[in-house]
């Protein structure tokens, strides 16, 4: 194993963990900035209010999403064991 396989193997590993997380992220910043706008627009000032709209949201798209974060899961995992199986 050289260090250009060593980075390819890193870039991808980073390039899942971002794909991976994204459809996760994505609604709890939606949720979270739409609750922010409307504490600012009526002045409640309530911490908790925003911990379960933000749950459920990214429970709801991690459903949706689920099949998609497990194939780029699943074809990082594939690609790491080809390269452990020809020995870099």
Known sequence: ???ADALDLVRSA???II??????ILPAMIV???IALLQALTQ???VTLTFIPK????LVMIIVAGPFI???IYAFTALA?????SGF
């Open 55 to 58: 749950i459920v949201a990214i």
């Open 19 to 24: 794909v991976g997380a994204g459809p996760a």
């Open 44 to 46: 409640v000032q309530e």
């Open 32 to 34: 979270g900035v739409t």
């Open 70 to 72: 497990g194939g780029q």
């Open 81 to 85: 064991y080809s390269h452990i199986e």
């Open 14 to 16: 980073i390039w899942t």
């Open 1 to 3: 194993m050289n260090e």
